[in-house]
């Protein structure tokens, strides 16, 4: 069964260090998201992707975040500088159809 | 706009009892609706979805949920706990065009032996 891929699953940085996560989303599907999720919330829509087109990233910090899905298939998403309220749970997912598929996610922790 | 209102942060039950975890949302279109089972340090992992069919959706691992409008509710149940059911639960809204989904802010249960 296809899967969400992403990378690194742990990144430990200190703050005002540059951090990228990976996604690789599953063949064949046009939309993907990036989530941030604080320890004991739900998800937080951080951008989301139509191909290789933002359709919504009116959550995403523009002053230290960016993301970008250059081919419209796999996807990076950049904090730079990071700050200790950046830790977190990363989640990618894409979508066919009605239904998200969620990746294992990228645990930031920033010291 | 959407809104995501899981009710009770923690649900403790003992292996065997009945699993009743609450969800009610707000949503100005006919809404689609999901519970996401979470395992720690993971993905969210789909559990069963209502998207305007039957509106009792049976799911893996033997949970279901009932989509009732009038009451804006898509409580989420299983029969019997088993100690692997211990995890966090989320439910989500999500519209029907842009596919934009709103997620409570989770339920964690606990299964006692």
């Known amino acids: 069964e296809a899967e969400v891929a992403q990378s690194p699953r742990y990144k430990i940085t200190e703050k005002s260090q540059a951090v990228a996560f990976w996604c690789d989303p599953i063949?064949?599907?046009?939309?993907l998201y990036w989530y941030r999720q604080i320890l004991g919330q739900g998800p937080e829509l951080l951008v989301q992707?139509?191909?290789?087109?933002?359709?919504?990233d009116s959550q995403l910090p523009k002053d230290r975040f960016s993301a970008e899905r250059l081919k419209g298939v796999d996807s990076t998403l950049k904090i730079q500088p990071a700050e200790l309220g950046d830790s977190a749970m990363y989640l990618c997912a894409s979508r066919n159809r009605d239904t998200q598929y969620f990746g294992p996610g990228t645990r930031l922790t920033v010291l | 706009a959407q809104s995501v209102t899981q009710l009770g942060s923690h649900v403790s039950v003992s292996e065997g009892a009945l699993v009743l975890l609450r969800c009610n949302y707000s949503s100005s279109v006919p809404p689609y609706l999901f519970w996401y089972v979470q395992y720690p340090n993971q993905g969210l992992q789909l559990l069963l979805k209502y998207t305007s069919a039957a509106t009792l959706v049976k799911g893996i691992n033997g949970f279901e949920a009932e989509f009732k409008k009038s009451e804006t509710s898509f409580h989420l149940t299983k029969p019997s706990a088993h100690m692997s059911d211990a995890a966090e639960y989320f439910c989500a809204v999500s519209d029907s065009e842009g596919f934009k989904t709103i997620f409570g802010a989770g339920t964690r249960l606990f299964v006692k032996a």
């Open positions: 063949s064949g599907h046009a939309t």
């Open positions: 992707f139509q191909d290789e087109s933002v359709v919504d």
